[in-house]
């Protein structure tokens, strides 16, 4: 459209290049002063006269065109107000092609992107699907730029709430129940162990000490914890495939357990590491920001200290050129924490190269989302609603493009894959 509008004006305007056109054609601040706008001041010297005027007369030179609505003079400027339909039809004309939004700007470049990212042994809930589809609409914009894109899918796959789920699954669980369930059985004993957890605070302390087994290699503890996450990740790719997405690597946060020392004495050598009331931190009081724990009283990692050692398996082993984190506002502080301390570390790069990308909170009837207080939308029935309800419309409005079992198409269909 941009062009087409170049075109009209460079024919009814001598003395000035299309390519110098094209440049100085601008999108209004505001929908209401049109689609795009263009300035008449570099004329004025040209033709010799003002350039309200200028605008004026090359408004009526236009005339009508099929494709404006209308167009609007304000002062220098010459305001088009695009037809929507014809710009709809225009954009979907120009999508039907390979090429369509094709740039090389990012060739040679690698950008990973941390998103989706659920809790194993948890229901993948509505809260979820935010994180998952901004994260795969980026991975498809920067494809399209060029980019060598790393999907990564950051499983909670590690911490304390192993611990508990442990804790639950010995006291009240059983392999049957587990087994024919599936996460359902697992979300159940994780409630259950909160409900029992207010009353008895000494199996806070249990939990611990069974995290504290995992992350000391105890062979039961992390046979136990194997299997809710096996369990965990059939329920999670049967939900990705409703929503035809795929990942290049689910790595959580168990597969950087055996690279937290490493960041740990990186922090020490460094001369940030500090005690606090038990914990090793790093004070980031000059940068207004609460510090940021590296290993907890009982020298077990934690959040800050596997992404860290995320962060650093990831230049090293993808030399990304960004990095970018694709979770809820409430993580601000988190990330703003651990990006930091890897400047802290000598590193630069860390300013322009690492991007959390932030989401406002999805609520339940006003009440945060809670896997501990059962308060959850499953997403798989949301999507399994939704194909439905769009199976329905397709098959009342379109009666001839629907057959049993499906619609007519015959290469992958996001509504007959819940078929």
Partial sequence: MKEKIAQLISNNVEGIEMSDIMASIEIPPRPDMGDFAFPCFRLAKVLRKAPNMIAADIKEAIGDVDFIEKIDVAGAYLNFYIKKDVFVKTMIEAANTDDFGKSDIGEGQTICI??????????????????????????????KLGYNVVRINHLGDWGTQFGKLIVAYKAWGSKEAVEKDGISELMKLYVKFHEEADKNPELVDEARAWFNKMENGDEEALSIWQWFKDISLVEYKRTYNLLGMDFDYYLGESFYRDKCQAVVDKV??????????????????????????????????????????????????????????????????????????????????????????????????????????????????????????????????????????????????????FQ
């Fill in 114 to 143: 941390d998103y989706s990212s659920p809790n194993v042994a948890k229901n993948f809930h509505v809260g979820h699907l935010r994180t998952t589809i901004i994260g795969n609409s980026l991975y498809k914009i920067h494809s």
């Fill in 268 to 417: 020490k050598a460094a001369g940030l590491l500090k005690e606090s009331e038990g914990a090793m931190i790093v004070d980031l009081s000059d940068y207004d920001m609460a510090p940021c724990i590296i290993t907890k009283k009982d020298g077990s990692s934690i959040y800050a200290t596997r992404d860290l050692a995320a962060i650093f398996y990831r230049k090293d082993t993808y030399h990304f050129s960004k990095c970018l984190y694709v979770t809820g506002q409430e993580q601000k502080l988190h990330f703003a924490q651990v990006f930091k301390v890897v400047e802290l570390l000598g590193n630069e790069w860390a300013k322009d190269q690492l991007v959390h990308i932030p989401y406002g909170l999805v609520s339940l009837e006003g009440a945060k989302l809670s896997t501990r207080s059962g308060n959850i939308i499953y997403a798989e029935d949301i999507l399994k609603d939704a194909i439905a309800k769009s199976l329905e419309i397709i098959t009342e409005k379109s009666p001839k493009s629907s057959k049993q079992g499906g619609c007519s198409q015959e290469s992958w269909c996001w509504c007959c894959s």
